[in-house]
């Protein structure tokens, strides 16, 4: 063997780049689970039988390979948010959507914009592609700045709609006044749509530079499947198509997808439940005084108030805290927007009151 030295050998690019680290996923069970923003209810029991059905009595449709256009799943999607199917990419999770939007938008000479905080993958992603992620900051009380993203000369802008992981939702004419206003493409990453009461999926009718991304990740329970979606012009659709992998959804997950996105009833129903228990949450909150974000999404960031004090240190203590009784939230240390504060998904009732009566234990208030 000649002398060989890997570290030569790495990408420019991706030499200099760290891993983005997703939530902790425990292996075993006897955990509440509040850290990565999960759906707290079973996926529509349709979603199971498609599965079934395709899986059959021997899997032997498993040998051959799926639809590559994933026909019936954007059909099912563009039925949901009313636009035409060939204005939709199917994709592995809305991570493999943002991966593509990136190769297909961003380089060297073409760089990438989003607010600060914003989804912490976008920074690793244009690390990867070599190009310049700028970070634009919000205004008091994570209110936007239309100016400088206007002005910020990047090629592309992220926007988290409603944020992660702030969760502050912003309207669908915020969306049309960035889409108008901003020079290059936009993106909109709707993980958390679902439960905000609106999508700026049609406006891709009227915006040539827009597209809107989803997942069934955090609004219809199916994480474990990896399906997501970007919602665009058919123009924009072709090219991100030159840079998506061929097959880069799976038979079971076109299946799982297609009847998921098909049951809006069931989820309406879901949803509706995950808002009173954040109504709940967010009434538990204030009754001990604590700050948080009024939330449009599936999750609170709440800032923890011990003997009078805020600070990353009793965050940091308050979500050890939870660790101790198996309670597992997001917080994000070494972000200094947000560091004071907790990312606690909204899971099901009794899983948040374990939370409430461990905030209470915690902060030492006799209730
Ligand atoms: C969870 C999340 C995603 C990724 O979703 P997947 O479809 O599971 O890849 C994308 N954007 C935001 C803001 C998220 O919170």
Known sequence: MKNFDLSDKISGSVSKVSAYVPGE????????????NEFPYPPSPLAREALLAEIGSDASKLRLYPDPV??????????YFGVDANCVMAANGSDDALNIAMRSFCDAKKSLASLDPSYSLYSVLAKIQGAEFIQIPFKDGFEIDFEKIFNCGANTFFFTNPNAPTGKGFPVETVEKIAGGFGGIV???????????????RLVNKYPNLIVTGTTSK?????GMRIGWAIANPEIIEVMDRVRDSYNLDRLA??????????????????????????????????????YIKSSANFILFTPKKNGV???ETAADFVDFLRSKRILARYFASDPTVNMSIRLSIGLPEQMQAVMDAATQWAGIKK
């Open 25 to 36: 996923q425990p292996q075993g069970d006897g955990w509440i689970k509040l850290n990565t």
């Open 70 to 79: 994933s026909s019936r799943l954007r059909g099912a999607i563009g039925k």
């Open 187 to 201: 993106l909109v990453d709707e993980a958390y749509a679902p439960f905000a009461d609106y999508s700026a999926a």
């Open 310 to 312: 805020e600070s990353p």
């Open 254 to 291: 076109q299946a799982a997808g297609a009847a998921a996105m098909s049951d809006a009833q069931y989820y309406c129903k879901c949803v509706q439940e995950i808002k009173n228990t954040r109504r709940i949450t967010e009434q538990f909150f204030d009754s001990l005084g604590w700050r």
């Open 219 to 223: 609004g219809w329970g199916l994480a």
